[in-house]
């Protein structure tokens, strides 16, 4: 039994502002920056409190977790980051898409799965299997944070030409 109507409205929820966006940011591109430039720091306030969340929540949910769980759970975005570079490296895509196809081969399907997994199973099911997604979609946003955040020292130590 899986539930389609459920996996299409929540494909189409995550389509739709997407498509959104691209609309607005191809019609009105200077509205699109003046939203950009409101929603970052916005973002950034959300992404910092969805941590905090999710490792509160996450005490509770994990509380039985075994250690090859963890340990897959905290290595899948690692790699899942290392496979999209090295992809984008050997289609000699520009350097600066190198980093936003390893963003999306690593962050973005980990947390696809989680959604598509959630909605598959029967509710004790769910929980019990998004353990490791749980983990994988936590572990891999933690890893992003501490990219950006390395970044950003290492941007203001060293001056970037």
């Known amino acids: 039994h899986v539930p389609i109507s459920k996996i299409l409205g929540t494909l189409l929820f995550i389509a739709i502002p997407i498509a959104a ?3 607005v940011k191809s019609k009105l591109p200077k509205f699109s920056q003046l939203l ?7 973002s950034f306030v959300l992404l910092l409190g969805g941590l905090f969340l ?5 005490v509770f ?5 075994r250690l090859p769980i963890v340990l897959v759970g905290f ?4 790699v899942s980051l290392l496979v999209g570079y090295g992809l984008a ?4 895509l520009p350097v600066a898409q190198w980093r936003t196809v390893s963003i999306e081969v690593g962050v973005h399907n980990s947390l696809l799965a989680l959604a598509m997994l959630q909605l598959s199973l029967r509710c004790l099911q769910a929980d019990y299997a998004s353990q490791a997604p749980f983990l994988v979609a936590l572990s891999g946003t933690s890893e992003m944070l ?3 955040i390395g970044h950003f020292i290492y941007s203001s130590v060293c001056a970037v030409p």
């Not at 999710?54 to 996450?58: E, I, N, Q, V, W």
């Not at 949910?61 to 977790?65: C, E, Q, S």
């Open 21 to 23: 966006g691209v609309v």
């Open 36 to 42: 950009l430039h409101v929603i970052k720091p916005f």
């Open 54 to 58: 999710a490792y509160r929540m996450g």
């Open 61 to 65: 949910i994990l509380a039985g977790v």
């Open 75 to 78: 290595t899948v975005p690692l």
């Open 89 to 92: 490296t050997c289609l000699k």
């Open 146 to 148: 501490a990219l950006v």
